[in-house]
């Protein structure tokens, strides 16, 4: 079985997310210093004193500044390393599911829990009738897309319809399909 994801994967991305953390405070506080410069600076200037309006129009770019810098930064970045964490968390921690289906489709990027990732489509048989559904299979977007081909039956490991392992038991190539066509032909 080929795993997707080791223990270094989760200290990593942890390691990540306290470093956006940690710059995430340092402009808050830099800000944070800046503004109570300002007030402090005002405070000290005598009543009506035309300097006043000079401060009050830096402390407000000051703040806007921080506003433009925060909502992409924390809607964006903090966001999604969080969303991350909590995926590889979540594999750590939660139950299994074991399948061998054959693999059908690629489809195209989609986001799940706040994580990019791809979608695989697998066949699995109807039990009750005689048609086969289609399961999607998330692929995290960060690691690379296994090396499926149309056919191939898989033994797949997942948590959610995430995929952490898969085994390729079957591979499906070219050489086999025209052999076979070929044993189909004769008969």
């Not at 940690?22 to 405070?43: E, H, K």
């Not at 401060?55 to 809607?75: D, K, R």
């Not at 059908?104 to 994580?115: A, F, H, K, L, Q």
Request: hydrophobic share 45%.
């Amino acid at each position: 079985m080929i795993k997707l994801y080791s223990d270094t994967d989760l200290l990593d991305a942890l390691k990540q997310k306290r470093k956006l953390y940690f710059i995430f405070w340092l402009v808050t506080a830099f800000v944070m210093a800046g503004f109570i410069a300002c007030v402090v600076l005002y405070l000290l200037l005598p009543y009506h004193d035309e300097r006043g309006n000079i401060i009050v129009a830096v402390t407000s770019v000051l703040i806007a500044l921080y506003l433009f810098f925060c909502f992409p930064y924390c809607g964006i970045s903090l966001k999604r390393i969080r969303s991350y964490c909590k995926m590889l968390s979540f594999i750590s921690e939660g139950l299994k599911e074991s399948a061998v289906l054959p693999f059908e489709d690629i489809e195209d990027w989609t986001t799940r829990d706040g994580v990019d990732v791809n979608v695989a489509v697998f066949g699995v048989k109807n039990i009750k009738r005689d048609e086969v559904m289609h399961r999607h299979i998330y692929i995290d977007g960060e690691k690379d897309f296994p090396p499926f081909a149309v056919g191939d039956m898989v033994r797949l490991v997942t948590q959610g319809n995430l995929l952490i392992e898969y085994e390729i038991l079957t591979p499906h190539t070219e050489n086999t399909v025209t052999l076979q066509q070929s044993l189909q032909q004769g008969e």
